[in-house]
């Protein structure tokens, strides 16, 4: 069965380019993103780790990890990744999962049968710091993601998860939120001391919270 949002992550045990690791133990209490891609040696999925790669600031700010995932095994992962490593111009030192025995895969429900019959789709998954799904997409093998939305989103759970706010459509760190419908506006006035702007009952902005 597919997984949702707000489900356990399945934990599991794999042969990775960073050694065997345990999912859990590997997270530890930090956020994780965990993401597969079509098969090694392949034009999109290699700008995908590549800009991964490149944006490992970003996620260590976050105190988020990544992993990738593919069915190819760890010797193709690490031909593949000296590529990766020269043609996007980074250097790969995230786990690239070996799921030659389609384990993990088959506990993320990443291969699509009427996509492909054997190789997984772009599924990414962000976990929380309890282990749960926050987040779950799924792109087809023709189109790579965009992982500066994927830091878009974990700045906006992390926010979300802190205060009583949304974000809305197209929102940038550091742009006004919204008060999520279950604080009375009353108490919104109280609660964000940067202020509220009711626009209707149900729609009112105050500035992000967590910064200065
Ligand atoms: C790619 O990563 O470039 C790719 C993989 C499978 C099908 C199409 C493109």
């Known amino acids: 069965m597919s997984l949702r949002l707000g ?3 399945p934990n599991f045990q794999a042969s990775t380019t960073e050694g065997n690791i345990d999912l ?30 490149l944006l490992k600031e970003e996620f260590a700010k976050r105190n988020v990890k990544v992993l990738a995932v593919s069915v ?24 690239l999962i070996a799921d030659e025995n389609k384990t993990v895969a088959g506990l993320y429900d990443m291969i699509h049968p009427n996509a492909s019959e054997t190789f997984t789709v772009r599924s990414l998954f962000i976990i929380g710091p309890d282990k ?10 023709s189109t790579g993601r965009n992982f500066n939305e994927v830091l878009r989103v974990i ?14 459509a197209n929102w940038q760190h550091g742009e006004d939120v919204i008060v999520v419908p279950a604080v009375s506006t009353e108490d919104a006035i109280k609660k964000f001391e940067k202020g509220v702007n009711v626009i209707k009952p149900y729609l009112r902005y105050t500035p992000q919270p967590n910064i200065d």
């Open 7 to 9: 489900d356990i992550a």
């Open 24 to 53: 859990y133990e590997y997270l530890g209490d930090g956020w994780g993103v965990l993401f597969s891609h079509p098969a090694d040696y392949t034009p999109v999925c290699t700008t995908e780790l590549g800009r991964t790669a």
């Open 72 to 95: 190819d095994p760890l010797e193709k992962h690490e031909g593949w990744k000296n590529d990766i490593n020269e043609t996007q111009q980074c250097s790969v030192d995230f786990p």
């Open 132 to 141: 749960k799904l926050k987040l779950s997409i799924t792109y087809p093998a």
């Open 155 to 168: 700045d906006s759970l992390q926010l979300t998860a802190k205060y009583s706010v949304a974000t809305p």
